[in-house]
């Protein structure tokens, strides 16, 4: 059986501070560094670990530990983390630091600390030599924080076509989720009349109805309302461009929305919401509106009752013995490029909040990274490492 104690705290800690000093920021990603670190880990504890190519210099990693049952677990994290301004970080951002019972560095949460544990409960299984009914499978992926394409490559590759349950460590702040909300990008772009800038009324200035398009969106979407286990579709103004000169009445202005639908019924709502403001916007000073969908993946939401979700839950409640809410995250995961081609249950559930993720000093609480790797030792105890009784 697995155990973690403090020998094996602080074993993942030098992990995880190894695995934030390697840059795999994306863009570029460069991913084949770290995954190359990642794989010679696995091979000095005797697991045998596959490249999957992406590009050139990107790559993800997927490792195997035989069950003798058919069927797989497979764990999944990414090697990718967003880019870092360090002139916004007080903190080294590759060193790891240590400070007040915290690692401090790009990846920490999001998500080098799950992959961190990830990897360490792989060499502690190989370590105790202890042996599995269903085989486990570690998923370390590329380009997540791109378009999720190392995580499709991955399923493309058939090496994960006989799982049973995906789990994703992706920062939790303590919480399971059974899925995660739906994807939805949307562009809107108004047309309308270029003049000079002395003479205004020359032209048609699409900024203006942009900017009143904005503003009630963004109203209407603090009203959307929560639903019962899948939380409230959110709504984020991400980019707004318009003109090119200061003296030209701009006659294009672009506003890209990223909104974030517990259904495919709020998608359709979000996306008539956006005609119905766009248009009413731009009429008023008779500029053109028209809006096109460039990124949708569904919500993706598990059976609460799979024996797989249960057990992980119940590990997670502990003593309580209340099973967690069956609620899903409110962001995206390698799930959206696994799910469609292995229909599997997921779980996500990591170290780490996401609060802390793509924010400058970002960092990770050890006492939640120690909690993770308990978490996991006790569920691979439970389902998949056989008994001596």
Not at 295 to 304: A, H, Q, T
Not at 340 to 358: E, F, L, M, N, S
Request: negative net charge; contains cysteine.
């Amino acid at each position: 059986m697995l155990k973690i104690d403090g020998k094996v705290h602080q074993e993942t800690v030098e992990l995880l501070q190894t695995l934030v000093s390697i840059r795999s920021t994306n863009p570029p990603g460069n991913e084949e560094k770290i995954a190359s670190i990642v794989i010679r880990f696995l091979a000095e504890n005797g697991i045998n670990a596959t490249l999957v190519p992406l590009e050139e210099g990107r790559s993800s990693v997927v490792a195997r530990i035989p069950g003798s049952d058919p069927g797989s677990i497979v764990l999944c994290g990414h090697l990718d983390t967003v880019k870092v301004d360090e002139e916004k970080w007080s903190v080294p951002p590759f060193e790891g630091r240590i400070e007040d019972e915290k690692i401090y560095g790009r990846g920490t949460a999001d998500m080098k600390g799950g992959v961190a544990v990830i990897l360490k409960i792989a060499k502690l299984i190989a370590q105790e030599g202890v042996s599995l009914n269903k085989s486990l499978v570690l998923v370390l992926t590329a380009d997540e924080e791109g378009a999720y394409r190392g995580a499709a490559s991955v399923a493309r590759s058939g090496l994960i076509d006989d799982a049973e349950f995906l789990l994703i460590t992706e920062p939790t702040a303590g919480q399971a989720y059974i899925g995660q909300k739906g994807e939805l990008w949307v562009e809107a772009t108004f047309y309308g009349k270029a003049a000079h800038g002395a003479v205004p009324e020359l032209g048609v200035n699409t900024i203006l109805p942009a900017a009143v398009f904005c503003l009630e969106l963004a109203e209407v979407a603090e009203g959307f309302k929560e639903q019962e286990g899948r939380g409230r579709t959110s709504l984020n103004i991400g980019q707004f461009n318009g003109g090119w000169q200061v003296n030209v009445v701009p006659d294009t202005a672009r506003v890209r929305l990223d909104s974030r639908v517990v259904s495919d019924e709020e998608k359709e709502r979000v996306i008539e919401l956006v005609e119905t403001l766009g248009q009413n916007a731009a009429a008023q000073v008779g500029a053109g509106f028209l809006s096109k969908v460039t990124n949708y993946k569904p919500p993706i939401v598990s059976d609460f009752r799979n024996p797989y979700v249960q057990s992980f839950m119940s590990v997670v409640a502990g003593e309580k013995q209340e099973l967690a809410k069956a609620e899903i995250a409110p962001y995206s995961t390698d799930a959206v490029s696994i799910i469609p081609r292995i229909k599997i249950p997921v779980v996500i559930y990591g170290p780490g909040d996401i609060a802390q993720a793509h924010q400058p000093d970002e960092f990770l609480e050890l006492s939640s990274l120690y909690e993770a790797l308990d978490v996991f030792a006790r569920f691979l105890n439970e389902v998949v490492i056989k008994r001596n009784d």
